[in-house]
């Protein structure tokens, strides 16, 4: 069964009333857990596991949390509609990435990184990026798509692969150049070719069509190891930026 994330309406208290218009369009904050919380305090550490709003020209999100828990967007990332685009802490957004939300959403997990020039685009339906997903340069995502899962397994999407309309399960490998067609599920445990064009089911689960093949642990090593390192450049960033907000 495909997992999804699940998102939950918190009450505005009224010591953060300050904080409403930055919840305009997410109904209050998303937390990927599913158990209210109130809401973010800036003075305070940022709990892992929650979604904050992505804000132009913010890079720190969210801004005077502990460095270990934020994550980064580079200022030069494209949003379209700011309140429908919003990343949990640990996650880093490289220069020249591209959200285009229209009406819908875009949600960025923990611990998740999409490389430059990646374009995630939801204006047909919201993009759910789940925890430890790596999206490499120059990959394109068309929503409605899920990749990944709150807490689970890594996935890897290599450079220059398309995602349209597709559900990529925890515990994944997409190779550089691949493409997953609408309404495809990449199970858990499957590695896509270099350059596998996937448009049915049946390519997709069936290795013997030479498109998919099951992941190794090497895989599993090299794309946590991946991860590992945006995390790291996402709370060490953060915190140059913390100590020296207008630049060196």
Not at 14 to 22: E, Q, T, Y
Not at 58 to 65: E, G, I, L, S, T
């Amino acid at each position: 069964m495909t997992r999804s994330f699940h998102t939950d309406t918190v009450r505005t208290r009224r010591d953060h009333r300050a904080w409403r218009p930055m919840l305009e369009g997410l109904e209050g904050r998303l937390v990927l857990s599913g158990y209210s919380a109130p809401l973010f305090n800036p003075f305070r550490p940022a709990p892992p596991g929650f979604l904050f709003l992505i804000e132009r020209h913010r890079p720190v999100v969210p801004p005077n949390a502990n460095p270990i828990y934020t994550s980064f967007v580079d200022p030069t990332v494209s949003i379209s509609r700011v309140g429908h685009a919003a990343i949990a802490g640990q996650s880093f957004v490289a220069p020249f990435v591209r959200l285009v939300t229209g009406t819908h959403r875009i949600l960025i997990g923990q611990g998740s990184n999409i490389q430059s020039d990646a374009v995630v685009d939801a204006t047909k339906g919201t993009v759910s990026i789940g925890d430890n997903v790596a999206i490499g340069q120059g990959v394109r995502i068309n929503g409605p798509a899920t990749i990944g899962g709150p807490s689970g397994p890594p996935v890897f999407v290599g450079a220059g692969a398309v995602i349209d309309g597709a559900t990529i399960e925890p515990n994944t490998f997409i190779s550089p150049g691949a493409t997953i067609g609408p309404g495809v599920v990449i199970h858990e445990g499957t590695k896509v070719l270099p350059g596998a064009n996937i448009q049915t089911q049946q390519q997709a689960d069936n290795a013997s069509l030479g498109l998919v093949t099951p992941l190794t642990s090497t895989d599993i090593r090299n794309v946590a190891n991946v991860i590992a390192s945006y995390i790291t450049l996402a709370s060490t960033t953060s915190a140059r930026l913390q100590l020296a907000p207008n630049g060196p």
